[in-house]
């Protein structure tokens, strides 16, 4: 890895720099981070709505996905449904699918309660997120929709990281290297 603590990120018409962060001693992945920057968020939204196949409910998971599945719901009108890394008091019957992240040190679970579960039922489902890396998180959303007998017609995500960039089988605007040492 050379000397550079960050990584410029042109996306959606905007600039910005991305602290790196060690994921262990040869390898660092840059940190985007959606929350409080309302003009990214609103200009990825806009740029990813334009790719989205049409869908019935856009799918996420908490917590970092968030900004960005409202304000594509706010922008297209389509309703947003959002997978909690905890069970809540209000949740009726709730469905968990375990996950582990590249960013999250231990295994999570996410959960969808029996009003969302019903909800997606028969209906088409984008499913978005931040940035897709290992795809973990995408694959435990997608197995929610299952559960709940949705189809998914698309999965966005505003970064592809790494060798998701390669994948063909989701919508990005712009790949996010791993940087390793040399």
């Keep these: 890895?050379?000397?550079?603590?960050?990584?410029?990120?042109?996306?959606?018409?905007?600039?910005?720099?991305?602290?790196?962060?060690?994921?262990?001693?040869?390898?660092?992945?840059?940190?985007?981070?959606?929350?409080?920057d309302v003009e990214l968020t609103v200009a990825c939204a806009t740029e990813?709505?334009?790719?989205?196949?049409?869908?019935?409910?856009?799918?996420?998971?908490?917590?970092?996905g968030i900004p960005l599945a409202y304000e594509m719901s706010r922008q297209s009108g389509i309703k947003y449904i959002l997978a909690r890394?905890?069970?809540?008091?209000?949740?009726h019957n709730p469905v968990g699918v375990d996950v582990k992240s590249i960013t999250t040190t231990r295994m999570q679970t996410l959960y969808l309660d029996q009003h969302d579960l019903e909800y997606l039922s028969g209906r088409r489902v984008?499913?978005?997120?931040?940035?897709?890396?290992s795809g973990e998180s995408l694959h435990a959303?997608?197995?929610?929709?299952?559960?709940?007998?949705?189809?998914?017609?698309?999965r966005a995500a505003v970064l592809a990281e790494g060798d998701a960039a390669k994948r063909d089988d989701i919508l990005f605007l712009e790949p996010l290297p791993v940087f390793t040492k040399e």
């Design 48 to 64: 990813l709505l334009k790719k989205a196949p049409e869908c019935d409910v856009i799918l996420t998971a908490e917590s970092k």
């Design 126 to 133: 984008l499913v978005v997120d931040d940035v897709i890396s």
């Design 85 to 91: 890394k905890s069970v809540k008091l209000y949740m």
């Design 1 to 36: 890895m050379n000397d550079v603590k960050t990584y410029e990120l042109q996306v959606a018409g905007l600039t910005r720099h991305l602290p790196l962060c060690p994921i262990d001693d040869q390898t660092a992945i840059a940190a985007f981070i959606m929350f409080s």
């Design 141 to 154: 959303l997608e197995e929610l929709v299952r559960k709940a007998g949705g189809s998914i017609v698309g």
